[in-house]
């Protein structure tokens, strides 16, 4: 009878011992990326009401929003929600659309949405950005579920390139319920990105996200993103040595590399980036700036007294190339090589001045004959402490030639509404590649018509005029020969040189930091990992490392304010130990208690 209690024990513990056995010693914890932003701002989740200024608010866009032509880490085109496409003459597209993605609240995406989102962009001449690229097309229609065809206005060399990978496309289920687009708040949104939204902590503080396990390019390797928002690049820095974060850009001043540098597990990306800085001039025939910046002969005689060369030292450390006209030098097939920056000469300069009338007066400074002295604010945003370095500089040289300058740090908002209003005098800025991939963005803000109030116009900030510019431009759009193009935009570029619209200064390196100790999969190419445009290359490709002893971040709290730390074990580890040992307990019993019980021979 007791031989039977002791097979019934030993049995119960056979049966039971693999279930126990495989109870996990440890619950896989979420990997959360947490990337610092410290650009431009993040105030809306609207992908209608972007503006230029909306940096921090393209990288979200990004990861929630697709596009039907996305940009590689190199700026090319490569497919996203249309996985093809053709021209079936030279004003008509014929795009494929891809059969397997989903809205993120489970609702099929289709040609439909498209067609909402194309027609809705044509409709609303109010929206800020997205009415841009949809300004040559004539209609766009379904042809099946998942094909569309955009017939364009005039055959059109950026469509495909660099118009369609700057529209995002919206869910027509939801935003045809939609009155007032730029005042919608979109407080859930829904887009078919590799990102679902989480929540949003206010302008300028953080977004969360989730991984789209449905994601129709595969699932990021990653669970959770994080972007925060910095407004000092030396708290961004230390959040990075802290481990607060793991990936911090679009780019930090060189002053702080030393600093990243010495931490260890901190790697620092320098690559060149899709934007320059330039000096600009009020031209506007119309404005309310100094009129003395109407003539070219001062605007001449003032880009003279700019050394560009000098300033890049000045402003970036040996982190930027000086640059001689208005495309970035990523483009570098579209840049004229022929045109070179305006000589430094101070003399030359002053001779300008002279020969065009203005003359010193008893305070040093010159004047018109009308009695317009040359005495000029040169404005800087608030964030930009480089620039003004630079501003400074720069007022240095032009008080050797008898003109007065003040340099100036202005909010940038309150800068912005200054430029749209014409009151400014001059101003460093950066043109930076927003959310189009070529040259033909960097073109189009001196076209005649940009010169007046949206929504007609409203990205020149020069007030250039010219209409022989404005013919070239129109040809360079529908060049579709690359060289014949090029010559065109060569054409353009020598206009504004020679008539000093701008005095481009330089075209600075991306300089980012990545936790080496914790992610690999960087994303190769010409562009920086983290920017306005290629971001979801860079949370698509990014992987965990797998290091023992090692966690990662696994909740938004914690994501703001741990750091990795080499983990002890957790209940499930202590619930397994204790498992395994009980049954090694009760399996020395039974066999204890059976040796006993055994007859002697």
């Known amino acids: 009878m007791r031989t039977n209690q002791y097979l019934a024990v030993f049995l119960l ?23 610092g932003w410290g650009a431009a701002p993040m105030d809306t989740l609207n992908p209608t009401a972007v503006t230029l200024y909306d940096g921090g608010a393209y990288v979200v866009m990004h990861a929630i929003y697709d596009t039907l032509v996305r940009a590689d880490v190199n700026g090319d085109p490569i497919p996203d929600l249309a996985q093809s496409w053709s021209y079936s003459n030279s004003t008509t597209v014929v795009l494929n659309l891809v059969h397997n993605a989903t809205w993120h609240d489970g609702q099929p995406f289709t040609a439909d949405d498209v067609v909402y989102t194309v027609d809705t962009y044509m409709a609303h001449s109010e929206l800020p950005i997205m009415r841009l690229y949809v300004q040559n097309v004539k209609s766009i229609t379904a042809t099946d579920q998942y094909t569309v065809q955009i017939n364009l206005i005039n055959p059109d060399a950026t469509f495909i390139a660099e118009l369609l990978p ?30 679902k939204f989480v929540s949003w902590g206010g302008v300028n503080t953080y977004v969360q996200f989730a991984a789209n396990p449905d994601y129709f390019l595969g699932r990021p390797h990653i669970d959770q993103l994080v972007i925060r928002y910095f407004t000092s690049y030396n708290a961004m820095g230390l959040a990075l040595q802290s481990g607060e974060i793991d990936y911090a850009g679009p780019l930090f001043p060189p002053a702080i590399v030393p600093t990243l540098t010495s931490a260890n597990g901190v790697e620092v990306i320098t690559r060149p980036d899709q934007r320059y800085y330039y000096f600009c001039f009020n031209g506007y025939a119309q404005g309310a700036g ?50 070179k920056s305006y000589d430094f000469n101070l003399a030359e300069a002053a001779q300008i001045l002279d020969n065009a009338g203005y003359k010193l ?34 007022a240095n040289w032009w ?20 430029v749209v209003a014409w009151k400014h005098d001059t101003f460093i800025w950066v043109w930076s590649v927003g ?61 504004l040189h020679d008539n000093a619209v701008y005095v481009p200064l330089y075209d600075p390196l991306a300089v980012q930091a990545l936790r080496t100790d914790r992610f690999t999969g960087l994303p190769g190419g010409a562009l920086p990992p983290l920017n306005q445009y290629a971001s979801n290359n860079l949370f698509l490709s990014i992987t965990p490392i797998s290091t023992p002893g090692q966690t990662t971040q696994s909740s938004m709290s914690e994501s703001m304010t741990t750091t990795t730390t080499a983990a002890g074990p957790g209940n499930e580890t202590l619930l397994g130990i204790a498992v395994v040992v009980i049954i090694a307990i009760a399996a020395a019993a039974v066999l204890k208690m059976r040796k006993k019980s055994e007859p002697k021979v």
């Open 13 to 35: 513990l056979t049966i039971s011992a693999p279930a126990l056995l495989f109870i996990p010693v440890k619950a896989q914890t979420p990997v959360t990326f947490t990337v």
């Open 399 to 418: 008080k050797q030639i008898g003109v007065d300058a003040t340099p100036q740090i202005t909010d940038t908002g309150t800068l912005g509404d200054e």
């Open 166 to 195: 700057a529209m995002y496309i919206i869910p027509k289920h939801i935003w045809q319920n939609v009155s007032n687009f730029t005042s919608y708040a979109n407080s859930n949104p829904v887009g078919t990105g590799p990102f």
């Open 361 to 394: 007066g008893n305070d040093g400074i010159r004047a018109s004959a009308t009695g317009t002295k040359l005495s000029f604010k040169i404005e800087v945003p608030s964030d930009y402490s480089e620039e003004y370095r630079s501003a400074q500089t720069i």
């Open 290 to 339: 100094n009129p003395a910046l109407r003539d070219l002969q001062v605007r001449l005689a003032l880009s003279h007294a700019i050394n560009n060369t000098e300033l890049a030292l000045v402003a970036w450390g040996g982190y930027a190339t000086p640059q001689s006209t208005v495309i970035p030098l990523t483009f570098a097939k579209w840049v004229d090589p022929n045109i």
């Open 435 to 495: 959310e189009i991939v070529g040259p033909d963005y960097f073109l189009s803000m001196f076209r005649s018509t940009e010169a007046q109030p949206a929504p007609n116009g409203g990205l020149s900030d020069s007030g250039f005029m010219n209409s022989t510019y404005d013919q070239l431009y129109q040809q360079q759009q529908v060049a579709t020969d690359p060289a014949q193009r090029q010559a065109i935009m060569w054409q353009m570029q020598q206009i």
